[in-house]
């Protein structure tokens, strides 16, 4: 069975905008290089869609911790849910 998202809407809406403003500064990066534009200021451009991400992963992790894994221990999937948070953290690869 797939698995569904729990993130509230608010939440969702705040995702989608923080991953289009993303999407426009990657669009922007492309431009950059097409145009020869000075490594330093490319770097800078890629710093800040990383940020961007960043952000959005930790609103998906927060909410993931607050709905998903509460739900997977309530149901007797605990190992799962751990296992899940491991992978998530890169602190172990080879869960699948």
């Not at 569904?4 to 995702?15: H, I, M, N, T």
């Not at 490319?42 to 992963?57: E, M, P, T, W, Y």
Request: positive net charge; charged residues 30%; proline residues 1%.
């Amino acid at each position: 069975m797939k698995r569904k998202s729990s993130l509230p809407a608010e939440k969702k809406q705040a995702v989608l905008n923080r991953l289009r403003t993303a999407r426009g500064h990657l669009e922007g990066i492309i431009r950059l290089v097409e145009d020869d534009t000075y490594c330093v200021q490319v770097i800078k451009q890629i710093a800040a869609v990383r940020g961007a991400l960043d952000r959005v992963s930790r609103i998906e992790l927060e909410s993931h911790l607050e709905h998903c894994l509460v739900h997977q221990i309530q149901t007797g999937e605990a190992a799962v849910a751990v296992a899940e948070v491991v992978e998530i953290l890169g602190l172990r690869s080879d869960v699948a």
